[in-house]
Structures are given as structure tokens and as C-alpha cells.
């Protein structure tokens, strides 16, 4: 099957800050999500986005199929980010969603 | 308000007593699916459904029981529990098609088998 891969594992920044998470496939895959685990364990889809770019406020992601990555970008970081962000896919003709272990993120005040 | 809701959330339970967890949408969705989470291992796919009648296995199914016998009812059976599953289960679902990519969670089962 294929494998997922995030980077960095952590990440702690102040608040205010940017950041970009990294999401690489050991192969093609088609509906790339993004999502959020809040502290209190809530998963929530932040993006579907199997190519090109897509924004929704502060956040921002990009998929490049041909090369298997996609990026989420957070800009002007705040504690409310703070959390693992997971992203997922599968391949063509497959129902089984792969998800990378996630990136821990903590946004101090 | 669309939702999935899973009970219970919280369950402490001992070995080889027998136990369900349940899991239902309320938004008319084909597929659903159970994931476990576990520390450093993130989330791994235990079944899947397609629709009513139609289960398959993901990557963990080992000790684990499904069923699909009205669409909105997704339950996880562990009919033997053991301490190896121990962990965040969750329930998703979404809808089926093209343009139907978008998981909806569930807010969690956390499971402790002593």
C-alpha cells in the first residue's frame, strides 16, 4: 500500500507566526485531505485537495500530484491551531484512506 | 446540524467480554468506515462500508466485527476484546460519487480493555 509521510513531526511556534507542513506519497494518490485534531481529539476536514491550491482564511494548501506532495500552510499562527494536523489519501480505485502520522503543532501565546 | 455520532465515548472494559460500539449518520451517506488512533501510528483503517450489505476489511480488521444493515448504522463489534485494543476508535462517513470526497468524524470512542 501506499505510504504517507508528514514533516516535521512537531512544531511549536509564538503566535503570529507562519508555517508549512509537508505531506509525501511513496505513490499517486487522488483525494488528498487535509484535517485537524483539535486537543480535545475532534477531527475536522480542512481541505480536499487532490492538485493545485486552495485557501480558507489564515490557511492555505497545495498539492503537486506529479511529484506526491502537498503543503499546508498556516499563516499568522494562533493558539486555537495548536493540534496535529493529518493528511490522508488513497489511490485510484482503492476505498482505503492512508493517513501519515501527523504534525503536532503548538502555538504559544 | 449533519452529524456522526458515536457511543459510547468512554468505555473501560476487561478482557473477553464482548462489546459494540456504535456509530450513525444522520446525513444519508454510502460509505462509512472505523479507524483506531494510536500513539505515533496515526490513524489506521480497521473496516469500511460502501453501502448497506457491503463491508470490507482495511489494514488493521484483526479482532474486529462489522456490520451494515440499515444505511445509516455502521456498528464495531469486538467480540473478544484484548489490551491490544486499547485505543481512540473513530466513525466517518461520506457520501459516494465523483465529487463526494469529504470525511465527516465522529467525535470519538475511547476504549480501555484491562
Known amino acids: 500500500g501506499i505510504q504517507v509521510e508528514q514533516s516535521p513531526p512537531d512544531l511549536i511556534l509564538q503566535e503570529g507566526a507562519n508555517s508549512t507542513l509537508r505531506c509525501n506519497f511513496s505513490?499517486?494518490?487522488?483525494?488528498l485531505q487535509w484535517f485537524h485534531q483539535n486537543p480535545w481529539g475532534q477531527l475536522i476536514n480542512l481541505f480536499y485537495?487532490?492538485?493545485g491550491t486552495k485557501q480558507n482564511g489564515r490557511l492555505s494548501a497545495t498539492t503537486v500530484a506529479t511529484e506526491r506532495y502537498s503543503l499546508l500552510y498556516i499563516s499568522s499562527s494562533q493558539t486555537t491551531d495548536s493540534g496535529v494536523y493529518f493528511c490522508?489519501?488513497?489511490?485510484?480505485?482503492?476505498?482505503?484512506?492512508?493517513f501519515g502520522k501527523g504534525t503536532k503543532l503548538t502555538v504559544n501565546p | 446540524e449533519a452529524q456522526v455520532t458515536q457511543n459510547p465515548r468512554y468505555l473501560i472494559t476487561v478482557t473477553g467480554k464482548k462489546l459494540t460500539v456504535t456509530c450513525s449518520q444522520n446525513?444519508?451517506?454510502?460509505?462509512m468506515s472505523w479507524y483506531r488512533q494510536d500513539p505515533g501510528l496515526g490513524l489506521r483503517q480497521i473496516y469500511y462500508?460502501?453501502?448497506?450489505?457491503?463491508?470490507d476489511k482495511g489494514d488493521v480488521p484483526e479482532g474486529y466485527k462489522v456490520s451494515r444493515k440499515e444505511k445509516r448504522n455502521f456498528p464495531l463489534i469486538l467480540e473478544s476484546p484484548s489490551p491490544n485494543q486499547t485505543s481512540l476508535y473513530f466513525c466517518?462517513?461520506?457520501?459516494?460519487?465523483?465529487?463526494?470526497?469529504?470525511?465527516?468524524f465522529g467525535a470519538g470512542s475511547r476504549l480501555t480493555v484491562l
Open positions: 490522508a489519501g488513497r489511490r485510484g480505485g482503492s476505498e482505503k484512506l492512508v
Open positions: 446525513m444519508n451517506h454510502e460509505y
Open positions: 505513490d499517486s494518490v487522488n483525494n
Open positions: 466517518a462517513s461520506r457520501a459516494t460519487g465523483a465529487w463526494a470526497n469529504v470525511l465527516t
Open positions: 462500508s460502501m453501502n448497506v450489505e457491503v463491508t
Open positions: 485537495i487532490p492538485s
